[in-house]
């Protein structure tokens, strides 16, 4: 769908690309192999000071490790993603672009980046799966909870998901919003695309991954579906799950972002963002709006469900948020939120 050169369609093209409908993965990056930014002044050396072993989770799915080396000018991945990223610092881009890292093989000014925290806590990149250049999402394993205690995981959560459906061809995505409560002893339920219902829509339980010491595994009806992961703890947590689901017709895979579901307060100010179309998105966020290439877009909080914020660019488009005091920020959309009316769009990131 082509984009209409109307003010709401600034925001459909960073929240939405087009008009809501997003590859279901990224670009593989490509351009300028000095790492010169698009104005032609060279870019400077990237500075990333985390030296902690990362846990990576692309967006269709599987983890990984990560480390970033030489001072943040590296960053390799191993386990079950792949490549190595060179990174430089494009000081010329406009705010927060400047604190993050490109790919010196990418072009500047559309290539995915990234970004950790301040803190080193949550961090964004991308990587290669099935030879196709994804975001990613980078976790400090000494922020990451123990599995030996399952209570970590207790509460409700505020639910993003992204997935990826091999059952048909081609492959479908969507994008879905959820409510999951989970007690002390790791039994989870889930309300799809509805904040209670009388029926969960899923029902399973959290166990210890074998062989790992923060991983954890989400089973459902006798099978590992996914494999997830709390940083943090308290209202600043973040439950990060990676799915691998083969209980249905085909394989589902993919990434969920969680938060406590809390009233939609996001800390204010500007996020670096990869997406599903292989870009980098600039977002200032606020309690009651979003400020994309320089337009201000009126947010509705709380709607569909307690912690998700709303927006809707000209096409009918609905954009669901979520965030937390951590510094995260995750945004996507899929009209219905089911397979046949995607693909999904789906982006993830953080304040530097």
Same mark, same amino acid.
């Not at 990576?56 to 386990?79: D, E, H, I, K």
């Not at 010491?213 to 209202?235: E, K, W």
């Not at 337009?295 to 914020?309: E, F, K, R, V, Y």
């Given at each position: ?7 709401? /369609? ?22 300028? /192999? ?33 480390? @970033? ?19 430089? #610092? ?46 990613? @999402? ?15 995981? #207790? ?78 703890? &308290? ?12 209980? &249905? ?45 320089? #337009? ?15 927006? /809707? ?22 009209? &219905? ?8 769009? @789906? ?6």
């Amino acid at each position: 769908m082509k984009l209409h050169i109307v003010v709401a /369609s600034l925001f459909a093209l960073a929240l939405s690309a087009c008009g809501g409908n997003g590859s279901n993965t990224a670009s593989t990056n490509s351009g300028n /192999s000095s790492g010169d930014n698009s104005n032609g002044t060279a870019a400077t050396t990237c500075t990333i000071a985390n030296i902690h072993p990362l846990i990576a989770v692309a967006l269709t799915g599987g983890a990984g490790t990560a480390q @970033f080396s030489n001072g943040g000018t590296t960053l390799a991945y191993s386990g079950n993603l792949s490549g190595t990223l060179s990174l430089v #610092q494009d000081a010329n881009a406009p705010a927060p672009l400047n604190k993050a890292c490109m790919d010196s093989t990418g072009n500047s000014s559309t290539s995915m980046r990234t970004v950790m925290q301040s803190n080193g806590a949550l961090g964004v990149s991308h990587t290669v799966v099935n030879g196709a250049d994804q975001p990613a @999402f980078l976790m400090d394993t000494t922020a990451l909870a123990s599995n030996t205690n399952l209570g970590a995981l #207790q509460g409700t959560y505020t639910v993003l998901r992204y997935q990826h459906d091999t059952g048909s061809t081609p492959a479908q995505t969507r994008m879905s919003y959820a409510t999951i409560t989970i007690d002390n002893l790791g039994n989870w339920s889930t309300c799809k695309n509805t904040s209670t219902c009388s029926t969960a829509t899923a029902t399973g339980t959290f166990a210890a991954h074998s062989g790992s010491s923060y991983a954890f595994d989400l089973s459902s009806g006798g099978l590992v579906r996914a494999t997830a992961f709390m940083v943090g703890a &308290g209202a600043n947590s973040t439950m990060v799950v990676t799915e691998n689901d083969t209980g &249905g017709g085909g394989i589902v895979t993919g990434m969920w972002l969680g938060v406590p579901q809390a009233a939609w307060n996001p800390l204010a100010g500007s996020y670096v963002l990869n997406t599903t179309d292989g870009i980098q998105n600039p977002l200032t966020a606020s309690q009651q709006n979003l400020i994309v290439k320089s #337009q201000n877009i009126p947010l509705t909080a709380n709607t569909p469900i307690t912690g998700i914020a709303t927006a /809707s660019v000209s096409d009918g488009t609905i954009n669901y948020l979520i965030s937390s005091p951590a510094g995260l920020l995750v945004t996507g959309n899929n009209s &219905g939120n089911n397979f046949a009316n995607g693909p999904a769009y @789906f982006s993830f990131g953080v304040m530097p």
